[in-house]
Each structure stands twice: as C-alpha cells, then as structure tokens.
C-alpha cells in the first residue's frame, strides 16, 4: 500500500460469479462448428464469433475480458 493514502478508501473485491461467463467473450481463433441436422445444408458448417464452453481456450478469452473492463474501471490485479 502507498504510504499517505487512508486504507478505508480502498475496496477490495476477492470472488465474483457469472452464469455462463465463457459465452460473454469474442472468439481469438476461427472455430467451426458441426451444425444440427435440422439446421445443416450439405457441406455448411457454423463458424463461432463468441467463445463456446468447452473450447480450450474459452477460459482464456473470458478472464483477458473480465480483466481488462476490471482495470479500466480502476480494480488492479494483484
């Protein structure tokens, strides 16, 4: 902590929870995706713009996101 600066001001956030937070993050890479039978024309595939729970890096995606809007609303990582 800075000396000089009153440690009451400052707030602290330790846990946070958000419901299928791996969707709210843009995809980094091209994924492709099986379309349903009932959706599928012959040869069409689906391609995500949203990270999908279960990619190996939709994890990844979500945290850089959460923790960029953190830090611009002045949180630092610590």
Avoid: I
Wanted: contains cysteine; positive net charge; aromatic residues 10%.
């Amino acid at each position: 902590m800075t000396e000089g600066k009153d440690r009451s001001s400052r707030q602290y956030l330790s846990f946070l929870d958000v419901r299928r937070a791996h969707f709210h993050a843009p995809a980094t890479r091209e994924v492709y995706v099986q379309l349903p039978p009932e959706d599928a024309s012959p040869g069409m595939v689906g391609r995500l713009n949203m990270s999908m729970y279960g990619t190996r890096d939709a994890a990844l995606n979500w945290e850089s996101k959460y923790t960029a809007v953190m830090k611009k609303c002045g949180f630092e990582q610590g």
